[in-house]
């Protein structure tokens, strides 16, 4: 089946340091692969895509993915953690025309 | 713009009971979406529409039921409500066919929704 797997229900980092949130897929066929960030009540807002080119993708907030097809992974990074990127962190992959799957979401909290 | 809208914020049913969730999206989207949230299990598609006309399963559909109203407004229906769906519902929309089926999903602010 396709799929995503977020490996870490929780990151926990410190304030200006850098922060990893993995995710790997399984998918036939060329991977499409996204992250989004949920705040608390709040709906998901997207902060980066993978379609195809450069494997280092940049997004909103001082976000970057790096996409590595060996290892089937998507894992999220910031180079600083701040206090605010505190969230829930969902990596999702696309398995058919306009269908997204979810994994299960990763908790980061940043210290100050 | 308001983006994807919801109504309502939550809401509480006694099992058995009935309810439309609303959702409506001014950015002139062909595709819409409906996701449950329940933790430990992400987000899981109930249905979607492509674009409007056209509605289709995901993966959780049983008890769900959907109407694509005009290209706007995607509304989802309980018809018998269980406490098996005690949930945030989320509606989502993208720009569909015209993106190649490879643009983000734009989301609502959740429906919380308690089935007693």
């Known amino acids: 089946a396709q799929s995503v797997a977020q490996p870490e229900d929780q990151v926990n980092v410190a304030e200006g340091n850098p922060l990893t949130v993995k995710c790997t897929y399984s998918v036939s066929g060329n991977p499409y692969l996204f992250w989004y960030v949920q705040y608390p009540n709040r709906g998901l807002q997207f902060l980066l895509k993978?379609?195809?080119?450069?494997?280092l993708v940049k997004g909103s907030y001082g976000f970057e993915a790096e996409f590595n097809k060996s290892q089937t992974s998507f894992h999220l990074k910031k180079p600083s953690a701040l206090v605010s990127d505190s969230a829930l962190y969902f990596c999702a992959v696309r398995v058919a025309f306009q269908k997204l799957v979810f994994g299960t979401g990763t908790r980061l909290l940043v210290s100050p | 713009n308001a983006g994807v809208t919801q109504t309502p914020k939550f809401q509480v049913l006694k099992t058995g009971q009935s309810m439309t969730l609303q959702c409506a999206q001014d950015?002139?989207?062909?595709?819409m979406y409906w996701y449950r949230q329940d933790p430990g299990m992400g987000l899981r598609l109930i249905y979607y529409s492509a674009s409007e006309g056209t509605t289709d399963k995901g993966e959780v559909p049983n008890g769900y039921n959907v109407s694509r109203l005009n290209k706007r407004e995607f509304s989802l229906r309980l018809e018998s409500a269980a406490p098996s769906q005690t949930s945030v519902y989320f509606c989502?929309?993208?720009?569909?066919?015209?993106?190649?089926?490879?643009?983000?999903?734009?989301f609502g602010p959740g429906t919380r929704l308690t089935v007693l």
């Open positions: 950015m002139n989207h062909n595709s």
């Open positions: 993978y379609i195809t080119g450069d494997n």
């Open positions: 989502a929309s993208s720009g569909g066919r015209e993106s190649g089926g490879m643009d983000e999903q734009f």
